[in-house]
């Protein structure tokens, strides 16, 4: 599925009412009977766990708040009791949302919509923020580009304060910005988020993709045709498919690959990275460590082939004897755990400038290659870079604290351009980001993978699938949400507190198996 941008979801707006002649509150109808829908969905559930759920819809003045109101009538409808708190605005309130507003005080009971004037009107909306709540946020939509301030921003502090049983967000959470997931100002912070069309960018970037909660997407009435279009080149990684295995073949029909890792403080990367590799389907592992833990190493590790490179560290002299190895391999990693001795960063970017298969380089390797991307726009075989946030604000002259935050696509595809190789922003939601500027995102995993070794882990499953002939941009985003997907798969077991990496590698097995049995 594609992800659009505000200016792409208004130019289908524009097309589907100018040339399809779709009245826009046609649209609005729809929306609304969407986010309706949604909302019965959970006040269902609410009432079998023992819940007497009750809606609360917060309507701004624009299209967003239209949409709320229609939500509000079809649940009053269905028989919910409903509260609308409508908010003006200081701009011109939509011609549509205004049309369904005053169809709804037309045939709603009376109390049933309140315009906020005054702090009291806060102090109401309060007192019935309890347990039963089920929120609707309608107040701005994806064409909020400043700051929310005064009432509004009051409004959401009281609802993120408490204690609803749920919050849906219409489109996207009001205070999120639509492109980069940026909170501008304050921003709701949503269960469940309905959006129209297609996806935006901002529910799965910065602190968007914590706010949005689940997503869930309903194209409406627009035609296929606008909601596919090539020119949107962002869009959602989809399930990767594991052809049957032949009898006929053997391990080399499934990848040969070479992993260049470890240093004395770290010796469980390289094991992480290689079992990894092995569980999602590679046929042989070469795993080349530093001569002092090869011993450690192999203790750790059954299928792997390990190596010992001279030294304590990697250094240039070992260079010699590992080119004639790696020539022999399908596709290469190096870094993990590699280490930040001054020989080693000096090793890896001679290594980078040597190798002639599709280099996966993580951890360390990445550290060596800030000041650097010259090394990598000459190779000529593929270049696939895995920075979590700290990294990657390195590479690009961010700080983390900014990479958090969101906004970051656009210096993402800057980094892909000038490096000419693929770049994959791990974190919540990572972001898979090809040398043409096309996007894939990643929307399995959950917060319990946050634990030594999981990006290891990622580095070793993007060889596996690489080693085995996908191209590298598709690799890195399938393999990034088959790791996710396994993550979950332990957090279903265990609990997030309790998923660990060596778990994860060991669900790789159960969760391919799923993955095919469809």
């Not at 609803?164 to 492109?179: M, N, Q, T």
């Not at 297609?198 to 909660?213: F, N, R």
């Not at 580095?459 to 080693?467: D, H």
Request: charged share 20%.
């Amino acid at each position: 599925m594609r992800v659009a941008t505000r200016s792409q979801i208004r130019s289908i707006e524009k097309h589907t009412f100018n040339e399809y002649g779709m009245p826009s509150i046609v649209l609005m109808e729809r929306a609304g009977q969407a986010v309706a829908d949604a909302v019965l969905s959970i006040a269902d559930d609410a009432t079998e766990a023992g819940l007497r759920p009750h809606v609360i819809v917060l309507c701004g003045s624009g299209g967003n708040g239209g949409d709320g109101f229609v939500a509000a009538r079809d649940l009053l409808f269905a028989g919910l009791p409903v509260s609308v708190f409508a908010v003006p605005s200081r701009g011109r309130p939509s011609d549509d949302a205004e049309v369904e507003r005053a169809y709804l005080e037309r045939v709603a009971p009376e109390q049933t919509l309140t315009v906020v004037a005054d702090e009291e009107v806060l102090h109401v909306l309060e007192d019935l923020m309890d347990e039963d709540a089920i929120v609707v946020d309608a107040l701005f939509g994806i064409g909020l580009d400043r700051p929310v301030e005064g009432v509004p921003a009051d409004i959401i502090q009281i609802v993120n304060a408490s204690p609803a049983h749920a919050v849906v967000a219409v489109d996207i959470p009001s205070g999120i910005e639509c492109d980069t997931g940026r909170a501008l100002g304050t921003a709701v912070y949503a269960s469940d988020t309905v959006t129209f069309g297609l996806p935006k960018l901002g529910l799965y970037m910065g602190t968007g993709a914590e706010a949005a909660g689940e997503v869930q997407v309903d194209p409406l009435i627009y035609p296929d045709i606008l909601l596919e279009q090539s020119t949107i080149r962002v869009e959602l990684t989809e399930a990767p498919e594991f052809p049957e295995r032949m009898r006929t073949m053997h391990k080399a029909t499934y990848g040969k690959v070479a992993i260049i890792a470890g240093s004395p403080d770290y010796t469980g990367a390289p094991v992480f990275a290689a079992e990894a590799a092995l569980a999602a389907g590679t046929g042989t592992v070469h795993l080349v460590v530093p001569e002092r833990i090869a011993d450690v190493v192999r203790v750790k590790v059954d299928g792997p082939i390990v190596h010992a490179a001279p030294g304590d560290v990697l250094t240039v002299e070992a260079i010699p004897d590992l080119l004639p190895l790696l020539e022999d391999a399908s596709a290469v990693l190096m870094g993990p755990g590699l280490g930040r001795d001054p020989r080693t960063l000096e090793a890896i970017l001679l290594l980078a400038g040597s190798v002639k298969q599709t280099l996966i380089l993580d951890g360390d390797a990445l550290f060596a290659c800030v000041g650097h991307l010259d090394v990598l726009w000459k190779r000529e075989a593929p270049t696939i870079l895995t920075p979590h946030a700290a990294e990657f604000a390195r590479l690009v002259g961010l700080s983390p604290e900014d990479v958090e935050q969101g906004g970051v696509l656009e210096r993402a595809r800057e980094l892909a351009a000038q490096a000419s190789a693929v770049v994959h922003l791990k974190g919540h939601r990572s972001l898979t980001v090809l040398p043409d500027g096309s996007v894939s995102i990643n929307t399995t995993g959950n917060p319990g993978m946050a634990k030594p070794g999981m990006g290891d882990a990622l580095a070793g499953i993007i060889l596996s699938l690489v080693g085995r002939g996908i191209t590298p941009g598709l690799a890195t985003a399938q393999a990034a949400y088959l790791h996710g997907l396994a993550g979950d798969v332990v957090a279903e077991l265990t609990g997030e507190e309790s998923v660990s990496t060596p778990d994860v590698i060991s669900a790789l097995g159960i969760t391919i198996k799923e993955l095919n049995a469809g």
